[in-house]
């Protein structure tokens, strides 16, 4: 951590949130850049932060963080300030930081090529780090010697497309596939017709004659820059072996990518009863796309906080220059639910209602939608009935198609959320549960979360909570193992198979 004894006087603070971390399509050496910023206390020079994700020669599994001075007509003087990086949490707590002085020139770079260790914040760490799949990344500036007039704090975001997608594909009559003779699967848009990419998978021989598995995988949009590949086997219990990760960049010349399934015909066919039942080969697929950047702003600039940190004040006079920002589209719609303004609907439960807005949840949630555009009865109604939901769960629910967050959670409202989420197809808040629970996994709740994911087919959580069981599960209690099985026998006796058997 940076010695805060040395962080004092006023500063220029800006705080990066970078959405959608899995489409950071950045190779080695590569660097993704904030929006530039001016700092009206440096002589309004512009700066920007960059930032490799992959690291750089000599720091190969390293992630980078650098300030960076551009060249302008504002002033030509070398700037002598005192910088400090930090990962943010999801709490606004620092998770690393570090600190150093240095005189900046124009078209200046400095900072630190082993900020944080890559596995740490990718992997390992991921739920800390990136939490709901956004990192936070906040940089101070100091003036060295005759300090800074006023505080600023200036929020920017920088929001990455990606589409995430995951499939089942059987290949039927397995043993019989002639060599070479290539079978095909085509990934479709959701909006059209249009195939993102085709995959081509074959059996060819290898070296000394050997028979392998080779995979081809043709874009087909162009616009995607990036993908990220999980290839799993699924065995006749249904559990997933995974078999393939990697990462593929595509451009104009490069609109493929190959790679060698790691199971072969031969290893299949031994294992035949396990690996191909009914001779089927199960495969499951799961690819993120990304299409590069979809936006990038400042977002919001403050003048004259008490501290860099300060998120209110409790000083009743106003500083003249401090720049409020606009209300936003957001909330507006968020006052309007906590006015009951305009409502036109209610949800009502068994024992009481919730005024809402029909265009609200039909942009919110597909089912929500479709009842109220294909059902007539509730098309004309101003009540849609969810008595299998308690007042609490559609309190958070409405809260979080309003506002985007959720009160805190537990691990009671966490569940409940998850299946009222799962049932009304709002997936953003299904994400965010399935996260709380992955995230808080505890011997006396791991069977309880594992007949959550199956039951609601949610193949991802389910393996969290899996590999949980085989790492944890001889710390869990009788009372939790009869609870499974007394509610999936099968189930239970697939995770003790996996606790038992695969140490």
């Known amino acids: 951590m940076a010695d805060e004894m040395a962080l004092k006087g006023k500063c220029f603070s800006i705080t990066w949130k970078i959405e959608n971390m899995t489409g950071c399509d950045q190779k080695f050496e590569e660097a993704i850049v904030s929006p530039r910023f001016i700092v009206d206390t440096l002589d309004k020079t512009t700066w920007q932060i960059g930032m490799s994700p992959r690291g750089i020669s000599d720091f190969e599994n390293c992630i980078g963080l650098y300030l960076c001075r551009h060249k302008n007509d504002k002033s030509d003087v070398t700037m002598d300030v005192k910088i400090e990086f930090a990962f943010i949490g999801k709490d606004g707590s620092v998770l690393v930081s570090d600190v150093t ?37 906040r940089c101070r500036i100091w003036k060295n010697g005759e300090g800074m007039s006023q505080h600023v704090q200036c929020l920017a975001r920088t929001r990455l497309e990606v589409e995430k997608r995951s499939f089942l594909w059987n290949l039927k009559d397995f043993s019989t596939v002639e060599l070479d003779k290539k079978c095909k699967y085509s990934i479709k848009t959701h909006m059209n017709d249009n195939s993102v990419m085709d995959i081509d998978m074959f059996e060819t021989e290898g070296k000394n004659s050997d028979k392998i598995i080779r995979c081809v995988l043709s874009l087909q949009d162009e616009k995607i820059k990036y993908c990220t590949l999980r290839l799993s086997l699924v065995n006749e219990s249904g559990n997933k072996i995974e078999s393939h990760r990697q990462e593929f960049w595509f451009s104009k010349k490069d609109k493929s990518a190959e790679f060698t399934f790691f199971f072969t015909k031969k290893m299949l066919m031994e294992n035949k009863q396990l690996f191909l039942p009914r001779d089927i080969l199960t495969l499951h697929w799961e690819l993120v796309f990304s299409r590069g950047l979809a936006f990038e702003e400042i977002e919001e600039i403050q003048y004259g906080c008490i501290s860099p940190e300060a998120k209110h004040s409790d000083d009743n006079t106003m500083n003249k220059d401090k720049i409020l920002p606009a209300v936003s589209f957001n909330d507006t719609i968020k006052s309007f639910y906590e006015e009951k303004f305009l409502c036109d609907v209610e949800l009502k439960t068994s024992t009481s209602a919730f005024p809402a807005h029909k265009i609200i949840l039909s942009a919110s949630s597909s089912v929500f939608k479709d009842k109220l555009l294909n059902e007539e009865e509730e098309k004309e109604s101003d009540f849609i009935n969810i008595e299998d939901l308690e007042d609490d769960t559609v309190e958070r629910m409405l809260d979080y198609i309003y506002t985007s967050n959720v009160e805190v959670l537990t691990w009671e409202s966490a569940s409940k959320l998850y299946e009222a989420a799962n049932k009304y197809g709002i997936l953003d808040l299904k994400s965010l549960c399935s996260s709380y629970v992955k995230d808080n996994l505890s011997p006396c709740n791991a069977c309880e979360a594992l007949l959550l994911a199956h039951n609601y087919t949610d193949n991802e959580m389910k393996e969290a909570v899996m590999d949980y069981i085989i790492e944890h599960g001889k710390e869990m209690k009788n009372s939790e193992w009869r609870l499974l099985m007394n509610s999936n026998e099968k189930l239970a006796a697939d995770a003790l198979y996996r606790l038992f058997c695969e140490e």
Do not use: C, H, M, W
């Open 101 to 137: 002085d240095y005189a900046f020139s124009e078209d200046d770079l400095y900072g630190f090529d082993s900020f944080a260790q890559k596995e740490e914040i990718f992997n390992t760490k991921r739920s800390l780090f990136i939490p709901e799949d956004t990192l936070t990344v």
